[in-house]
C-alpha cells in the first residue's frame, strides 16, 4: 500500500492511500449537498416556488446569512477545543449527521412553507459549514508540506465529480417527471432529490470514520480546567499574539471580501438563471453538471499551480478569472452564453476555493490547523453573512424600483437580478486588491517559526 509521509507536531507520520481516499470520500459526498441544495435543485425551488418572486431572493439570502453567522460565531472556539482535546473527528461526526438530517427534512419544504423551508435549511447548512472545518483541519494530517495543495486539490476534483454523479442520479427523475413519465406532483420529484442527496452524502462519509485515525492526541487538561476554558484561553492567546501572524490575518481580510463574492455566485446562479433565462429545473441541473466538470479541472489544475508558483499567484489568477465571468454574465441575453460563462467561472471558482483553504494549511503552525481553520471559517461565514444578504436585498429593492417606474413585475424582478450581479465582481475586485498585499513566504516562514517554538504541543 503506499504511504506519504505528513507532519503533525514534530512526529512524522505516513498517510495510506486508503486514507487519504476516506478524506476525498467525505469531499465527494458534502459536495453532492453543495451542488443540489444550494446549486441546482433548492436554492431555484425555494425562491420561486416555496416563496416566490423577488421576495423568494431577499429570504433565501437572509437564509444563507443566518447559517453563515452560526457558523462564524462558533467555529474558533469549536476548532480550539477540537485541536487541544484531539477531537476533530468526534465534531465531524456531530455536524455531519446534523447536515444529512436536516438535508432530509428538506422534503418537507412545500410551496408556502416558508418556515420549514428556510428553518431545515438553516440547520442543514450549519450541519455542512461546521463540518467544513474539521474535515480541513485533517488536511494538514495527511499531507506533507510539499505537497499539501496537490493533495487539497484533488480532494476538490474527487468532490466535485461526486456533486456531478448525484446531479445525474436526480436528473432522470426531473426529465421523466418533466416529461409525464412518472406521474407524480412537480414538487414530489424536486423534493425526493433532497432525500437522495442526504443518502448519498451520508455514504459518502462512512469511510472517513472508519479509515481515517485522528493522529492528533488530546492533551491533559490542567486542574479545574475544561476544555471550553483552555480554547478560550488558547484563543485569547492567539488574538494576542496576532501580530507574529500579520500576514495570516492579512490574508483572512481580504478572504472575507473576496470569499463574499464566490459563495454569492455560488448561492444565487440558479436563481439567475430561473429568473433571467426562463430555466427550468432539468435546465439548472445541467448547467451545474457543466459547472461541476470544468470545477473537476479547475481543481486539479490549480492543485498543480499552487506547488509550482504559489497559492497567493494561483489564487489571484482564479479570481481574475472570475471578475471576467461576472462581467460576462451581466450582459448575457441567453442561456447558451450563461453556460457558456458558467463552465468558465467553474474552472476558476474551483481554484479559488480549494486554494483558499490550501493557503490556511500553509499558513497554520502545526498543532493549531483546527484552530487556523476556525478563524477561516469564522472570517469566511462572517462575511458570508454580509454578501448573500447584500445580494438578495439588492435585487429585491432593485425590482421594487423598477416597478415603481412602470415595469412589469416580471421585467422588474430581472433587472433587479442584473443589478445585483454587479454587487459580485465588486466584491472579488475589492479582495483581490487586500490580497496583493499578503506576502505568501514570510506567512509560511512565520508558521514554521512559531510550531518550531512549541515543541511541546501535540499534533
Known amino acids: 500500500m503506499t504511504t506519504r509521509t505528513a507532519m503533525t507536531g514534530d512526529m512524522r507520520l505516513a498517510a495510506t492511500r486508503k486514507e487519504r481516499w476516506a478524506w476525498y470520500l467525505y469531499?465527494?459526498?458534502?459536495?453532492?449537498?453543495a451542488a443540489v441544495v444550494l446549486l441546482a435543485v433548492y436554492s431555484a425551488y425555494f425562491q420561486g416556488t416555496v416563496v416566490g418572486g423577488a421576495e423568494g431572493s431577499r429570504l433565501w439570502g437572509l437564509a444563507v446569512g443566518i447559517a453563515m453567522l452560526v457558523v462564524a460565531v462558533t467555529s474558533p472556539v469549536l476548532g480550539a477545543v477540537a485541536d487541544y482535546s484531539g477531537s476533530k473527528k468526534q465534531f465531524l461526526l456531530f455536524y455531519t449527521v446534523m447536515a444529512v438530517l436536516f438535508t432530509?427534512?428538506?422534503?418537507?419544504?412545500?410551496?408556502?412553507?416558508?418556515?420549514?423551508?428556510m428553518g431545515f435549511f438553516i440547520l442543514a447548512e450549519i450541519g455542512y459549514r461546521s463540518a467544513q472545518v474539521f474535515y480541513n483541519g485533517l488536511l494538514p494530517e495527511i499531507a506533507a508540506p510539499e505537497e499539501i495543495g496537490r493533495v487539497s486539490g484533488n480532494g476538490w476534483a474527487i468532490g466535485t465529480a461526486g456533486g456531478v454523479i448525484c446531479l445525474l442520479l436526480v436528473l432522470p427523475l426531473i426529465v421523466l417527471?418533466?416529461?409525464?413519465?412518472?406521474p407524480l406532483e412537480g414538487t414530489l420529484v424536486v423534493r425526493l432529490?433532497?432525500?437522495?442527496?442526504a443518502v448519498f452524502f451520508a455514504l459518502s462519509a462512512i469511510p472517513?470514520?472508519?479509515?481515517?485515525?485522528?493522529?492528533?492526541?488530546?492533551?491533559v487538561l490542567p486542574q479545574g480546567e475544561t476544555y471550553l476554558s483552555v480554547a478560550l484561553k488558547q484563543l485569547r492567546r492567539t488574538f494576542s499574539k496576532a501580530r507574529s501572524f500579520k500576514e495570516f490575518i492579512k490574508y483572512m481580510v481580504a478572504f472575507l471580501v473576496y470569499n463574499d463574492g464566490v459563495i454569492m455566485a455560488l448561492d444565487f446562479a440558479a436563481?439567475?438563471?430561473?429568473?433571467?433565462?426562463?430555466?427550468?429545473?432539468?435546465?439548472?441541473i445541467i448547467f451545474v453538471i457543466v459547472v461541476q466538470i470544468t470545477n473537476v479541472f479547475g481543481a486539479f489544475a490549480f492543485g498543480r499551480w499552487v506547488d509550482i508558483i504559489g497559492g497567493k499567484h494561483s489564487l489571484a489568477l482564479s479570481i481574475v478569472i472570475m471578475v471576467g465571468a461576472v462581467a460576462a454574465m451581466f450582459f448575457a441575453q441567453n442561456s447558451?452564453?450563461?453556460?457558456?460563462i458558467g463552465a468558465v467561472a467553474g474552472f476558476a471558482m474551483a481554484g479559488t476555493q480549494s486554494v483558499s483553504r490550501t493557503m490556511v494549511g500553509m499558513f497554520a503552525p502545526a498543532g493549531q490547523s483546527a484552530e487556523f481553520y476556525g478563524f477561516f471559517a469564522m472570517t469566511g461565514r462572517t462575511s458570508s453573512f454580509i454578501g448573500p444578504a447584500v445580494y438578495g436585498a439588492l435585487a429585491f429593492r432593485a425590482a421594487q424600483w423598477y416597478e415603481r417606474q412602470g415595469e412589469t413585475a416580471v421585467l422588474a424582478e430581472q433587472l433587479g437580478q442584473r443589478i445585483a450581479i454587479l454587487s459580485i465582481a465588486a466584491f472579488l475586485l475589492v479582495g483581490l486588491l487586500l490580497l496583493v498585499f499578503v506576502n505568501?513566504?514570510?506567512?509560511?516562514?512565520?508558521?514554521?517559526?512559531?510550531a518550531a517554538a512549541a515543541p511541546d504541543r501535540q499534533g
Open 440 to 450: 505568501e513566504g514570510k506567512a509560511r516562514q512565520t508558521a514554521t517559526t512559531s
Open 193 to 197: 432529490t433532497l432525500l437522495i442527496t
Open 104 to 117: 432530509a427534512a428538506l422534503f418537507f419544504a412545500k410551496p408556502g412553507s416558508v418556515a420549514i423551508g
Open 27 to 33: 469531499d465527494f459526498g458534502n459536495s453532492a449537498y
Open 336 to 340: 447558451t452564453q450563461f453556460f457558456m
Open 208 to 219: 472517513i470514520f472508519l479509515w481515517l485515525p485522528e493522529r492528533a492526541k488530546g492533551k
Open 271 to 284: 436563481i439567475i438563471g430561473a429568473v433571467l433565462f426562463g430555466m427550468n429545473q432539468q435546465d439548472l
Open 177 to 182: 417527471q418533466q416529461n409525464g413519465v412518472i
